[in-house]
């Protein structure tokens, strides 16, 4: 088993799979190892952050009607955001085999009434489609400061999210990617010169 110490020794890869793990030491940690394994598209693509939704997440699956909040990331006052994309890996389709009328997924804060300023109307029946920052808050090269806890939002057309009955979803899945950073993790991040 090498070690750290062999890494010069090791073979070299020539090309990285976003599946692929590196280690990190996880600096804010607690347990019996500050070493935690991430997936390489994290830090590959430049996101620090990652969530994926299936279609029987607990607060969709649950939801009485068309549509549904998911919770994804509780604000810190100093963060920022500057990029986010969603990506479509299953597509969203109900239980008896056929379509939704449509099944939109937006992403934004929850000081947005339509939780959409991030990422708006994204078409989850089409499997590796991809948005990036369609929401109109996020563009540019500045960063913008979060308002508010990030939620995602299910809106299905042509059956009640929770209604089997009615053929509710029986795959689906989208991984949303964002890369948001609190401002004081910048402090002494180098040694100084």
């Known amino acids: 088993m090498p070690t750290l110490d062999d890494t010069p020794t090791l073979d070299r890869l020539a090309a990285v799979s976003l599946q692929d793990s590196l280690l990190i030491s996880e600096k804010g940690g607690n347990g019996s190892t500050l070493v935690r394994r991430i997936p390489a598209a994290l830090t590959n693509l430049g996101f620090t952050h990652a969530w994926v939704v299936n279609y029987d997440n ?3 699956a649950a939801d009485e009607d068309t549509t549904a909040d998911v919770h994804l990331h509780t604000r810190i006052a100093t963060e ?4 986010m994309w969603i990506i ?3 597509a969203f389709v109900k239980a008896d085999g056929s379509a939704f009328t449509t099944y939109k997924v937006d ?3 929850n000081t947005d009434a339509q939780r959409d300023n991030f990422i708006d109307d994204f078409d989850a029946k089409v499997v590796n ?3 990036q920052n369609t929401g109109g808050s996020i563009g540019g090269s500045a960063a913008v400061a979060l308002a508010g806890d990030i939620d995602l939002r299910v809106t299905a057309n042509g059956a009640n999210l929770d209604d089997t009955a009615a053929g509710a979803s029986a795959a689906g899945q989208v991984v949303v990617l964002a890369t ?3 401002l004081p993790d910048f402090k002494d991040i180098v040694p100084a010169t």
Request: net charge negative.
């Open 129 to 131: 489609s991809i948005a």
């Open 88 to 90: 479509c890996t299953e």
């Open 180 to 182: 948001i950073y609190d």
């Open 107 to 109: 992403v934004g804060d």
């Open 58 to 60: 607990g607060t969709i």
């Open 80 to 83: 920022k955001i500057s990029n």
